[in-house]
C-alpha cells in the first residue's frame, strides 16, 4: 500500500469560516509534508513534520495553521483565509529521518476561497 | 540559490519515445525524481534515482543523469496517449531533521500524445 489519503477532494469556503484539510498514510512513514500548487504552478513547500515535530515552516502566513496528532495523520486548519489561497493542497510522506527517498503525494484538496 | 529547469512542452506521436530534459543546480541533491500529473489529480511518482547512479530504467522509463551537467532525462518508449500529462522534474533538499522531502519543482513539461 503506497496510498496517501487526503480529505475532502473540494472544499469552498468563506473568507471567515474555519475549516481543516486531513491526511493519512500508513505506510509507517515518519515524515509528512503539505505543499501548495497554484494553477498552471509547480507545487511549492509549506511544511514539514518529522517524527511528529514541525521541522519546516517556509514563511506560511498563519492562516494556516498545521498539526500532527500521530505518525499517521496530518492535518492543516484554515482561518480567515483569502481568495488568492485558492489552490490545490497537497500532502506527502516519506520515511524521513535522512534515510528514504520515496516520496508519496496524496490526490490534493482543491480549496476554493470566496 | 536552487532552480530546476525544464522546457514547458513537448508533442510526441503515439509510439514514439518521449525524451524531457531537465536541468538542476544544487550539487548536492542526494535524489532526483519524476512526477506525472494528469488534469485535476495529485502527483504521482514515476521514479527516482540516486545522485550516484548514472541510469535507472524501470519497463517503459529510462532516466538519465549526467551528474557532471547537472542534466537529468526522463525518456518514455513507445509512448501512448495515456501518458498525456504534465511531468515535473524535482530535486531533493536535505531538510531539518533530516527528511528528504523538501522538494523544489521545475515548472513542467507538458506531453501531449497525437494518435
Known amino acids: 500500500d503506497t496510498e496517501v489519503t487526503q480529505t475532502p477532494k473540494h472544499l469552498v469556503m468563506g473568507m471567515t469560516n474555519k475549516k481543516s484539510l486531513k491526511c493519512e498514510q500508513h505506510?509507517?512513514?515518519?515524515?509528512m509534508y503539505w505543499y501548495k500548487q497554484k494553477a498552471k504552478k509547480p507545487p511549492e513547500l509549506m511544511f514539514v513534520?518529522?517524527?511528529?515535530?514541525?521541522?519546516i515552516n517556509e514563511s506560511v502566513p498563519s492562516r494556516f495553521s498545521p498539526e500532527c496528532p500521530n505518525s499517521s495523520l496530518l492535518n492543516l486548519h484554515l482561518h480567515a483565509l483569502q481568495p488568492e489561497d485558492s489552490a490545490l493542497y497537497l500532502c506527502?510522506?516519506?520515511?524521513?529521518?535522512?534515510?528514504?527517498?520515496?516520496?508519496?503525494f496524496g490526490e490534493g484538496s482543491w480549496l476554493t476561497v470566496v | 540559490g536552487e532552480d530546476v529547469e525544464q522546457s514547458l512542452f513537448l508533442s510526441v506521436r503515439e509510439g514514439d519515445s518521449s525524451v524531457i530534459n531537465c536541468t538542476y543546480t544544487?550539487?548536492?541533491?542526494?535524489?532526483l525524481y519524476w512526477y506525472k500529473q494528469e488534469p485535476g489529480a495529485g502527483l504521482q511518482l514515476l521514479t527516482y534515482i540516486f545522485s550516484n547512479m548514472d541510469m535507472k530504467q524501470d519497463q517503459r522509463l529510462t532516466v538519465l543523469l549526467n551528474k557532471k551537467d547537472k542534466h537529468l532525462s526522463l525518456r518514455i518508449a513507445d509512448t501512448q496517449t495515456g501518458d498525456s500529462a504534465i511531468y515535473f522534474c524535482a530535486e531533493s533538499m536535505r531538510g531539518y531533521g533530516g527528511s528528504q522531502g523538501n522538494l523544489i519543482f521545475g515548472k513542467g513539461t507538458k506531453l501531449s500524445v497525437k494518435p
Open positions: 513534520y518529522s517524527y511528529e515535530k514541525l521541522s
Open positions: 506527502a510522506s516519506s520515511q524521513g529521518g535522512g534515510s528514504g527517498n520515496t516520496i508519496y
Open positions: 505506510m509507517g512513514h515518519r515524515a
Open positions: 544544487d550539487s548536492s541533491s542526494t535524489y
